[in-house]
C-alpha cells in the first residue's frame, strides 16, 4: 500500500492567519490553483482510491487532484483538522496579546502544556483519533497494493505523521513544523507497519511559505 497524504489548498483564513480547526472555510482561488498544481503532478499516479477529511477544504483539495478519474472518494473524521473551540476565527499572530491569544500560542510555542478551549481537543484526543484510523487503514488486507489518496489538514497530518515516526509526546508535537498548503508526504506501509518514504513533496513552482509565529 502506498499513501499519498496531502494537506489542503490555501483559504482566505489561512492568509488571514485565523484559527480553522472544524470551521468549514473554502479554498481561495490561489489554494484552487496550488490544488491544481499539484494534480498536474500527480496526474500518472494511479489511484485506486481518496480519503478526506468532510471539511470543504480538504473535499474540494481531494475534487481537484482527482478530477476527471472514477474513482470513490470516502469522507472520515480521521483526517478531520483538530477542533479549536472558541478559538476558532480568531487571529494566531504572535504578536496580538490578549489572554486569549496568548493562550492559543501555546498551542505552537508550549505544545506540552496547550488548554484547549470550550469545545476543542487537546493534542491526545487529536493523536488518539487520527491514530485509530491510521492503524485501520494501514491494517485493512483489502487495501494491500493500493495507491490512496488522503486529504487532511495541518494539525491532522502532523499528527498522522507524529505516529508513523512514533513521536507521541504532546511536547514534541511540532518538532517537523506544519506541512505547507498542498505539500505531499508519501508514506508506505508493508505488513501493516507504515514508513515515510518521501516528506514535503511540493509540485507547484511558487516559494514555500513557512509558518511563522510572528
Given at each position: 500500500?502506498?499513501l499519498?497524504?496531502?494537506?489542503?489548498?490555501?483559504?482566505?483564513?489561512?492568509?488571514?492567519?485565523?484559527?480553522?480547526?472544524?470551521?468549514?472555510?473554502?479554498?481561495?482561488?490561489?489554494?484552487?490553483?496550488?490544488?491544481?498544481?499539484?494534480?498536474?503532478?500527480?496526474?500518472?499516479?494511479?489511484?485506486?482510491?481518496?480519503?478526506?477529511?468532510?471539511?470543504?477544504?480538504?473535499?474540494?483539495?481531494?475534487?481537484?487532484?482527482?478530477?476527471?478519474?472514477?474513482?470513490?472518494?470516502?469522507?472520515?473524521?480521521?483526517?478531520?483538522?483538530?477542533?479549536?473551540?472558541?478559538?476558532?476565527?480568531?487571529?494566531?499572530?504572535?504578536?496580538?496579546?490578549?489572554?486569549?491569544?496568548?493562550?492559543?500560542?501555546?498551542?505552537?510555542?508550549?505544545?506540552?502544556?496547550?488548554?484547549?478551549?470550550?469545545?476543542?481537543?487537546?493534542?491526545?484526543?487529536?493523536?488518539?483519533?487520527?491514530?485509530?484510523?491510521?492503524?485501520?487503514?494501514?491494517?485493512?488486507?483489502?487495501?494491500?497494493?493500493?495507491?490512496?489518496?488522503?486529504?487532511?489538514?495541518?494539525?491532522?497530518?502532523?499528527?498522522?505523521?507524529?505516529?508513523i515516526?512514533?513521536?507521541?509526546?504532546?511536547?514534541?508535537?511540532?518538532?517537523?513544523?506544519?506541512?505547507?498548503?498542498?505539500?505531499?508526504t508519501?508514506?508506505?506501509?508493508?505488513?501493516?507497519?507504515?514508513?515515510?518514504?518521501?516528506?514535503?513533496?511540493?509540485?507547484?513552482q511558487?516559494?514555500?511559505?513557512?509558518?511563522?509565529?510572528e
Amino acid at each position: 500500500m502506498r499513501l499519498y497524504i496531502v494537506r489542503h489548498g490555501e483559504t482566505d483564513w489561512n492568509k488571514e492567519r485565523k484559527v480553522q480547526g472544524f470551521s468549514d472555510i473554502p479554498l481561495n482561488e490561489y489554494g484552487r490553483h496550488l490544488a491544481r498544481q499539484t494534480a498536474e503532478g500527480m496526474k500518472d499516479i494511479p489511484f485506486d482510491l481518496a480519503y478526506t477529511s468532510p471539511l470543504i477544504r480538504a473535499k474540494e483539495t481531494a475534487e481537484i487532484i482527482l478530477a476527471g478519474r472514477d474513482i470513490p472518494v470516502i469522507e472520515t473524521n480521521g483526517l478531520k483538522e483538530m477542533g479549536f473551540g472558541e478559538y476558532e476565527g480568531m487571529h494566531c499572530g504572535a504578536k496580538i496579546k490578549t489572554p486569549e491569544n496568548e493562550a492559543f500560542q501555546k498551542f505552537f510555542s508550549d505544545t506540552g502544556n496547550f488548554i484547549p478551549a470550550e469545545g476543542g481537543e487537546s493534542i491526545g484526543q487529536v493523536m488518539e483519533r487520527t491514530g485509530k484510523f491510521l492503524k485501520e487503514l494501514c491494517e485493512n488486507k483489502e487495501l494491500q497494493g493500493k495507491h490512496i489518496l488522503l486529504s487532511t489538514h495541518g494539525a491532522a497530518m502532523t499528527a498522522f505523521l507524529n505516529h508513523i515516526r512514533k513521536n507521541t509526546e504532546p511536547a514534541d508535537f511540532w518538532k517537523w513544523q506544519v506541512p505547507v498548503n498542498c505539500a505531499v508526504t508519501i508514506v508506505d506501509v508493508k505488513d501493516g507497519v507504515p514508513a515515510i518514504a518521501e516528506e514535503n513533496k511540493i509540485y507547484y513552482q511558487e516559494p514555500v511559505k513557512r509558518w511563522s509565529m510572528e
